[in-house]
């Protein structure tokens, strides 16, 4: 069983950033790939990141440049830097581990011009 909670969400201007945090528990987080996606009001939950147990990273387009995931496998954590935030960055922002059902809760990202 794995439980993913995140935080470090909340409401910011463009151009500003924020650190979004996972919190897993099981013994598995280290040999999985986690992902970071996103949800934004009436649109489909998109995928915007994903992390290897190496370390290995693929970004969605929207996101190259500005965001970065990374991970500390010691500490069962996953991360998501967001820089240069743009209105369109508003979302519902998850984390996952890919090709599961586990799902955190998630966390509001609201980035107002």
């Known amino acids: 069983q794995v439980q993913l909670v995140e935080s470090g969400g909340g409401s910011v201007q463009a151009g500003e950033s924020l650190r979004l945090s996972c919190a897993a528990s099981g013994s598995i987080f280290s040999i999985v790939v986690m992902g970071w996606y996103r949800q934004a009001p009436g649109k489909q939950r998109e995928l915007v990141a994903t992390?290897?147990?190496?370390?290995?990273?693929n970004y969605a387009d929207s996101v190259k440049g500005r965001f970065t995931i990374s991970r500390d496998n010691a500490k069962k954590r996953l991360y998501l830097q967001m820089n240069s935030l743009k209105p369109e960055d508003t979302a519902v922002y998850y984390c996952?581990?890919?090709?599961?059902?586990?799902w955190g809760q998630g966390t509001q990202v609201t980035v107002s011009s």
């Open positions: 992390i290897t147990s190496g370390g290995s990273t």
């Open positions: 996952r581990v890919q090709g599961s059902t586990y």
